[in-house]
């Protein structure tokens, strides 16, 4: 299908075809056909994604391709997992983690130019994990914690990777200072002190304002332009059509002789 209207339309009807295989499977249409139905739709999509990886491979321009693909191979490693006694938080996990594989993936390829990858990337890594985790650790505060603690760990990530993005290091810490104020038990002696925590804003403030008004503003360029040509006062006695004399001292861009081809 050269045609991108083709292309389009063919997978407009994949993607549909697909959407109503899997609500037949969630209301259990097709629980008597079950584990196939589940090993065809995964085959399915990791056939999808090998389309999209081998395009992605003869154009590497277009390298928004491993994101539906990563995507797809995350959906059909659910579909296998469902057939075998994992718990369902894991399957959620996993849609998350393979999102974060293709995040990861489009980072490693421009990582100079790329650097906001890491940050979807990171985040729904975290994100899995906590879903993921959840399956063995009900307390809610300690999930919170990973959360919390894990964004804030993405942003620290980004700053040792690429020292350019100074900014990191704030919702970083406001992120880090949240995960110690879940962590803190009640009553406890540094509770008061996680009080202050509003002044690593004041903090960030100054240093972003001294940061700039260190900034050197860029010098401009100077740009001598010549002087425009004087005319010739006519003297008495003389012509008016008489070609003026030249200047003593010519400046630059000036012509005071005739145009050439004019009599």
Do not use: C
Request: glycine share 12%; charged share 10%; no cysteine.
């Amino acid at each position: 299908m050269s045609d991108p209207r083709l292309r389009s339309v063919g997978w407009g009807v994949l993607l549909m075809g697909s959407g109503v295989l899997l609500l037949l499977f969630e209301f259990g249409l097709l629980a008597p056909y079950s584990p196939l139905v589940q090993y065809i739709l995964a085959g399915a999509f990791v056939l999808a994604a090998i389309i999209f990886f081998g395009t992605f491979a003869r154009t590497p321009a277009d390298w928004w391709r491993v994101i539906p693909g990563w995507t797809l191979l995350g959906l059909a490693a659910v579909l296998v997992m469902s057939t075998l006694a994992v718990d369902q938080r894991w399957l959620g996990a996993t849609v998350f983690f393979g999102l974060a594989l293709a995040f990861t993936h489009v980072y490693l390829l421009d990582r100079g130019s790329r650097w906001w990858a890491l940050i979807p990337g990171g985040f729904l890594l975290v994100l899995g994990l906590v879903i993921g985790v959840s399956a063995w650790i009900p307390s809610i505060n300690m999930l919170a914690l990973l959360l919390f603690g894990g964004l804030g760990a993405v942003f620290f990530l980004l700053f040792l990777l690429h020292r350019r993005q100074w900014w990191a290091v704030i919702p970083g810490g406001v992120l880090i200072v949240f995960a110690a104020l879940i962590a803190a038990p009640e009553g406890s002696e540094t509770s008061p002190l996680l009080r202050w925590w509003p002044l690593l804003l004041v903090l960030a403030g100054i240093v972003v304002a001294i940061r700039g008004g260190r900034r050197t503003r860029p010098e401009r360029m100077e740009v001598n332009a010549a002087r425009p040509a004087k005319r010739a006062q006519p003297q008495p006695g003389k012509a008016s059509g008489a070609a003026p004399l030249p200047s003593a001292r010519g400046a630059l861009g000036e012509y005071t002789q005739p145009a050439p081809g004019a009599t």
